[in-house]
């Protein structure tokens, strides 16, 4: 089945440090990747998407490439900040719509002054 | 434009006893789904409503859940004879006919004591 796989947490980084978390898929057909984020006591919010081989998402100096051949989606910033920590999750819809979001386990990111 | 809402926001019940979760998803938007987030098993998903038919109810993990959608926009989800391990967060999400991201509710924290 449909699967996807992140990095184990918790991140810890240091204010201005590069983040790259990683993200790698299996999948039936070809998937839609997204990557959500969810702040300290509020709900799931959609950080960036791809929906096809090669695009890149981005949104808030984040940013992520669907790499068809490695089959993976990290998410990467070149430079984070305390209002970054948040845990991330990585997941997966194939295309067509009206399917359900398989997700990674998410990967908690702490960052520190 | 008001985003997709759930209620309440938190359930306390006993054992045994049945719970009913409501989601309204934004306007217009067709697709409806419900997840649940626990300390075990991460993000899964649970059925998914194209108006008001569920083509998809394979996430839902007993005869002791299901859930209804009625005129296209409110759904609910009941949980009967509640079990501890019921124990979760269950988050709603909707999608329009048009895109397939998902846009999900704060979602409701239900304890089962």
């Known amino acids: 089945g449909d699967s996807v796989t992140q990095m184990e947490g918790p991140v810890t980084l240091s204010e201005e440090a590069f983040l790259t978390i990683n993200c790698t898929y299996t999948a039936t057909g070809y998937p839609s990747l997204f990557w959500y984020v969810q702040y300290p006591g509020e709900g799931l919010q959609l950080l960036l998407k791809a929906t096809k081989a090669d695009d890149k998402g981005s949104n808030k100096g984040f940013e992520a490439t669907y790499r068809k051949e490695t089959t993976s989606f990290h998410l990467e910033k070149g430079s984070v900040q305390v209002s970054d920590s948040a845990v991330y999750f990585c997941?997966?819809?194939?295309?067509?719509?009206?399917?359900?979001?398989?997700f990674g386990t998410g990967t908690q990111l702490k960052v520190e002054l | 434009g008001a985003g997709v809402s759930q209620s309440p926001s938190n359930k306390v019940t006993e054992k045994g006893k049945d719970v009913e979760l409501r989601c309204d998803p934004i306007s217009g938007h067709t697709a409806l789904y419900w997840y649940r987030q626990s300390l075990g098993q991460g993000l899964e998903f649970l059925i998914y409503?194209?108006?008001?038919?569920?083509?998809?109810k394979s996430g839902l993990p007993s005869d002791r859940f299901s859930a209804e959608r009625t005129g296209g926009s409110v759904s609910t989800l009941t949980i009967q004879r509640t079990q501890q391990e019921d124990s979760a967060v269950y988050l709603c999400a909707s999608s329009s006919p048009y895109q397939e991201t998902q846009y999900f509710g704060p979602g409701t924290r239900l304890l089962v004591l």
């Open positions: 997941a997966l819809t194939l295309t067509g719509g009206g399917n359900k979001l398989t």
């Open positions: 409503f194209q108006g008001n038919s569920a083509p998809d």
